[in-house]
């Protein structure tokens, strides 16, 4: 059960609305009150744990008159993990808060979604993430692993958290246990120590790869872990320590140690295997991205050339180059860009794979053009104002974007469209179930 710590509580606090990170808000007096898992309709003592002079941050201490929408969570640290802001809401009021949330962007930056936009929820609430993050820390003296209350550092259990994956749920308890059994201890407790654990699972084979990062330069107390789980788990198959001497808020910056197993864990999306190193990025739900990329692809149509922006191991290019006569696909990582060539050569296609930044590789790919179909999977920030200018200076007649933020694909859409191009098909995707985060799918045509 998680720690019952002490916080400073005020209210009641009645909830009036919710910000687009899915938390409730309310006033009291002349502040207004930030709460997680709180509600519209909701009155609820709130537990303080970040507080300004106009703002209290925090969470639920108890629930004074609940609302309508407000229902029984499975998850042993509702109220007090924050990492999902929907765990005690209906899912129906959750779909429809996320509707209103793309309605009031598209709003924002003045952009007429298409009357038939479609909220597709491709996984089930619980069990969909195959990637944990979690921060070792100390819980009434005892050792565990969680995450940070929003807006603060403190570490809150997450032991059997509800939306990751079986596989990943028992990994991260045996972890838990073997740090205890050796007597290691989170970091700044008299000594270095333990930072974090990531831990994935493969949705191909539930095969899972560990890594756990510690200051300790030696990384001791990481390999005891290693030694005690091991035996237990024949699942686990890739084992790496992260040896971080230097603070920083990356947690895959550091010097990685193979300790384990295979270098790499592989999973499959398209048909396309996919290498994991301890470093490298994936979906946390593959099957939503799945889905989500095949809706692409088909999007994408089919034609004389095609070009792949953004294109991590390549899979969305080899998609393209079984329906596309001529594919070229852009990636920034040097060893993700080699892997597009293999991928496409297992898979029986060709791809032309440029080792370049999306943003300064114009003159590379005028020489490549012209293209019918540009798609683009960008980071979290988004095209930006460079990658939409490489867009629109490629002119293609049509642009299928992924954006893994709301905000970033309005901006995105909204530059685009003063570009000259139409917004045509547009999809969401509730790629996060419980949190507030989702995808979104858009095709635009050149008018």
Known sequence: MPSRESRPVVGPVDIQSLQRDGRGVGRLGARTVVVSQAYPGDSVITRVDVETKSVFQGRVKRVVSAAETRRPSPCAHADWCTGCPYLGADRE????????????EARRQAIDLPGDWT?????????WRHFAKQIFGLRDGHLVLGSYVQGTHVVVDNA?????????????????????HVGARPDNVG????????????????????????????????????????????????????IQEQPSNNLLEGRALHVHGFRDLTDTLLDVECRIGPTSFFQANPACAETMFRDAVERAGSGRSALDLYSGVGILAVGLAKRFERVTAVEAVEEAAALIRK????????????HADVETALDVLSDRGPFDVVVADPPRKGLGARGTQVVTRLAPSRLVLLSCDLAAWGKDARTLIDS?????????????PRTAHVEVSSVFERA
């Open 93 to 104: 009021a959750e779909i429809a808060w996320k509707r209103g949330f793309v309605v009031e």
């Open 119 to 127: 909220f597709e929820t491709p996984t089930a609430p619980w069990e």
């Open 160 to 180: 059997r958290c509800p939306v990751l994956v079986p596989g990943l749920q028992v990994l991260l308890e045996r972890v838990v246990a073997a740090a205890r």
């Open 191 to 242: 000594a270095p120590g333990l930072l974090h654990v990531l831990a994935r699972s493969s949705r191909a084979d539930g095969r899972c790869q560990l890594v756990v990062a510690t200051r300790d330069p030696s990384g001791a107390d990481a390999l005891a872990i290693f030694e005690k789980v091991v035996p237990l788990d024949p699942e686990l198959v890739s084992g790496w320590v992260l």
């Open 343 to 354: 991928n496409a050569a297992k898979a029986g296609v060709a791809v032309d794979a440029v």
């Open 420 to 432: 000259g191009f139409k917004l045509g098909r547009f999809t969401v995707y509730d790629a996060f």
